[in-house]
């Protein structure tokens, strides 16, 4: 079974930057697309970008368009995500997932889960 682990989750100020890994050890990574999902407190999962396998395609959530870049690095076997310009409202715990093809992973339908890691977001 593929495992995903997330990591560089953290406390931040208003404004401040962090970034996200996922990385995993399975070689069939090249052949998922991948997403970053969030869920906040009290609220349902929700997307918040994805990229196709070779990295040519994104989604992003419109909240975070403009602050939040998602990319890969397939010879690493890792996805990131570049977070700058954070809000309190991005405060959730961050999932890596994946699934194929891209548009089942931009819906939700996803294979694979990471155990997630937390973003807290100060004010």
């Known amino acids: 079974q593929v495992r995903l682990e997330e990591s560089g989750g953290g406390l931040v100020q208003a404004g401040g930057s962090l970034r996200l890994s996922c990385t995993t050890t399975?070689?069939?990574?090249?052949?998922?697309?991948m997403g970053w999902w969030r869920q906040a407190p009290g609220k349902e999962r929700e997307i918040v970008a994805a990229?196709?396998?070779?990295?040519?395609?994104?989604h992003y959530a419109d909240s975070v368009k403009g602050r939040f870049t998602i990319s890969r690095d397939n010879a690493k076997n890792a996805v990131y995500l570049q977070m700058t310009g954070l809000k309190p409202d991005d405060t959730a715990v961050y999932y890596c997932?994946?699934?194929?093809?891209?548009?089942?992973?931009?819906?939700?339908?996803?294979?694979?889960w990471g155990r997630g890691t937390q973003v807290t977001v100060s004010s």
């Open positions: 997932a994946g699934g194929r093809p891209f548009a089942l992973v931009v819906a939700g339908t996803l294979d694979l």
């Open positions: 399975d070689r069939t990574f090249s052949t998922y697309s």
């Open positions: 990229i196709s396998t070779g990295g040519g395609t994104t």
